[in-house]
């Protein structure tokens, strides 16, 4: 019924004069100006929080490189001591072997390698001209991986509080990462 009515769907449209047009597009040209101005700012600071957490995870790997030969040391004498208190008759060739398969199932040398070489890699991507943000997150996942991996490893009290700290600092990574294209 109220379709029927005349002019009910009419739409008058009305021209913008030419000097309207030059003004409404030099505002809309400076507000975008501003906005990438703006999200080059934040892209910035950005990018100096992520430099300072991962120095933060790099720093802790090195405190874990530091601390790995005494945490195998305890491991070789926990499990040695563990035999002795056995006090049975064992074949000592046999012994070796498996204390060397089971020290490498501890052994975290591979991950070290690994983190230092993904928080190389995320500085150099971050260093990049090119929107990077998805490159950025998925690296973010790897490094999560060989902490995570370093973490299911330990078997050593600071080394564990290690992984935590590094952990936190990447859960920061990875929350900032939202922010970035």
């Given at each position: ?9 009419k739409?008058?449209k009305?021209?913008l004069?030419?000097e ?14 501003s ?6 700012n934040?892209?910035?600071?950005l ?6 957490r991962l ?5 802790l ?11 195998k040391?305890?491991?070789t004498?926990?499990l ?10 064992i ?23 690994r983190?230092?070489n993904?928080?190389a890699?995320?500085n ?8 990077n943000g998805?490159k ?15 973490g299911s ?16 600092e990447?859960?920061k990574i990875k929350e900032?990462?939202l922010?970035v294209?």
């Open positions: 019924m109220a379709i029927r009515l005349p002019d009910a769907l739409t008058e009305e021209d004069k030419e309207e047009k030059e003004a409404l597009l030099t505002v809309f040209a400076s507000a975008l100006e906005v990438n101005e703006y999200r080059k934040e892209g910035a600071a990018g100096k929080d992520f430099v300072i120095d933060v995870i790099k720093n790997l090195e405190d874990a490189i530091r601390i790995d030969p005494e945490r040391e305890k491991i004498l926990k040695k001591n563990a035999l002795d208190q056995l006090a049975l008759e074949d000592q060739n046999r012994l070796e072997q498996e204390l060397i398969y089971y020290l490498e199932k501890y052994d975290i040398t591979e991950e070290k390698v983190l230092a993904h928080l890699y995320f150099e991507i971050m260093a990049q001209e090119q929107p998805k950025l997150g998925f690296i973010a996942q790897e490094i999560g991986r060989e902490i995570n991996t370093i490893k330990a078997n050593h009290s600071g080394l564990q509080k290690i992984v935590v700290q590094m952990k936190d990447l859960e900032q990462l922010n294209l």
